[in-house]
């Protein structure tokens, strides 16, 4: 916590931390008037939010789907294929996208097999990284994110089941009625967490498939901080980035939980 306060320096790593000049808030004003601010803010958001909209509901549906399997050995096996995604390596995970989405990959062929020909790689188009950095986090984390929502509906009274039963409930009334009212409080609690974690984009992932041709829509938060930091020694404007980003998250976080309290009994606080 104390080397926040580079954030407000001109820090000089001869002079030390607290040998450098003070400089207030100079940082902060310079990345906001930056004519990056913008596009850069964007696409943190529009990513992160992207990967929300992906990546949330998909494990909530993954175990209400596998709670439903009576057949033990099918529901292990897809269960344990859904989470080994979750241990590949983002550098392998990285490999694999670009593989997929290069002209002469399985994207390439399965497109030339329509009749169509893939003269540019998937991975030049800007506008597209977003989609494909959320889908490939979806399917890389439904499987092991859906453990706690099954953990969650294996504490679902069995009685619940046999009202709804007797009361002639079908498999989606059932769904409706039972399952989800009793996930409901952690499906709460996940979502106000990961509205805290509004901009924040996995760094690696994004680093390792960024190139000169998506770089206007793949340039997040993270890896500016890691170039303008690492890369041009400016540790006094990275950790004022940093600095932004988490006041923005823990001002998301709060404010979405105070929402959700009014309007539901679970909540952080």
């Not at 009202?163 to 409706?176: E, F, H, R, S, T």
């Not at 996995?202 to 390792?208: H, I, N, S, V």
């Not at 004022?240 to 939980?257: D, E, H, K, R, T």
């Amino acid at each position: 916590m104390v080397g926040i306060q580079i954030a407000f320096r001109e820090y000089n790593a001869i002079e030390g931390v607290w040998g450098s000049p003070w400089v207030g808030f100079t940082h902060f004003r310079t990345f906001f008037g930056s004519p990056r601010f913008i596009s850069i803010v964007g696409n943190t958001a529009s990513i992160s939010l992207l990967s929300m909209v992906f990546g949330f509901p998909t494990p909530i549906i993954l175990a209400i789907f596998l709670n439903e399997i009576r057949n033990g050995i099918f529901k292990v096996s897809v269960q344990v294929v859904t989470a080994i995604p979750h241990f590949i390596s983002t550098v392998v995970m990285a490999g694999l996208i670009l593989v997929f989405l290069e002209p002469a990959g399985l994207v390439g062929r399965q497109m030339h097999l329509f009749g169509f020909e893939a003269k540019v790689s998937i991975m030049g188009i800007a506008n597209y990284f977003k989609y494909i950095y959320a889908v490939s986090d979806m399917w890389q984390h439904m499987g092991y994110n859906s453990i706690i929502y099954l953990a969650a509906l294996s504490g679902i009274n069995p009685e619940l089941y046999e009202a709804a039963k007797v009361d002639g409930a079908n498999l989606i009334k059932k769904i409706i009625h039972v399952d989800l009212p009793g996930i409901m409080p952690v499906i709460v609690i996940l979502f106000i967490l990961n509205t805290g974690e509004l901009l924040q984009v996995g760094f690696e992932k994004t680093y390792l498939l960024q190139n000169n041709l998506n770089l206007p829509g793949s340039e997040v938060l993270q890896t500016y901080v890691y170039k303008v930091g690492l890369l041009n020694a400016n540790y006094s404007y990275s950790t004022a980035l940093g600095v932004f980003n988490s006041v923005v998250s823990f001002a998301f976080l709060v404010a979405v939980n105070f929402i959700v309290r009014k309007y539901s009994e679970s909540s952080l606080w």
